[in-house]
């Protein structure tokens, strides 16, 4: 019956409180998560990351042009979003040199005065890095120092081998005590393989939350009723994830 109604950008209550609780859950965040004000669901997490620069970035960045920085080689979805989003891309090596990971401390100084933005994908595809406590913490000095936005892409977090990765709200909250600065991304195309469900959820700083969710009430990539009630019941099932 839902299919009747246009949904709303925010989500519905059944579904915000699942995506809410599983993060809060999964990555032992207390009840840090809100459902009214942390989370936005998104038609896979791809078009979430695509969309988020454009209602968050400034058109300049000490004075000049600003730069959006990935990892290389890198999902091709963080250089479209930069190109689309009039931005400069960085393309920082993440190779054996740098845990393959991108060493975002190592940019020279007008560099980082130009970010804007930065992306991780962690656990990273195609290397299978994860991004430790420590580097977290650097990337957040980093981000504070120079006013840039950490967009972890983490839709890989239930795929690993022996300790489950650090996520990158764990590491802020544990750092910070909140999380400011920070926007993370999450599907349920990778945890519950449901790829063809365009299914997934950004997570993080409520500031930019707000920005990202009045940008989406005009654009209107609403998630319909059915897949929103499909994907609660995803979030909220673990068992299906572990087997």
């Known amino acids: 019956a839902s299919f009747g109604n246009y949904p709303a950008i925010i989500g519905t209550e059944e579904w915000r409180e699942a995506a809410a609780g599983w993060l809060n859950r999964r990555f032992e965040l207390g009840d840090a998560i809100r459902p009214d004000s942390h989370v936005l669901p998104l038609n896979g997490t791809r078009e979430g990351l695509f969309s988020v620069l454009f209602p968050l970035l400034p058109r300049a960045k000490a004075g000049m042009r600003p730069m959006v920085g990935m990892p290389n080689p890198f999902y091709q979805v963080y250089a479209a979003a930069a190109l689309g989003a009039n931005t400069t891309p960085l393309y920082v090596p993440a190779t054996a040199a740098s845990g393959f990971l991108p ?32 580097y977290w913490e650097k990337l957040f000095e980093l981000a504070d120092r120079y006013d840039f936005l950490v967009l972890a892409d983490e839709c890989y977090a239930d795929i690993y081998f022996g300790a489950p990765p650090v996520c990158a709200l764990s590491a802020r909250l544990r750092q910070h005590g909140d999380f400011r600065h920070l926007l993370t991304f999450h599907s349920l195309s990778k945890r519950s393989g449901l790829p063809g469900l365009r299914s997934g959820m950004v997570a993080g700083d409520p500031e930019l939350i707000t920005r990202t969710r009045a940008f989406r009430n005009v654009a209107g990539p609403q998630m319909p009723g059915p897949i929103q009630a499909a994907s609660a019941a995803a979030w909220r099932d673990e068992a299906h994830v572990a087997a």
């Open 103 to 134: 060493d975002y401390a190592g940019l020279p100084e007008d560099v980082l005065q130009r970010l804007a933005a930065v992306y991780v994908c962690s656990p990273s595809n195609p290397e299978g890095a994860t991004a430790d406590e420590r």
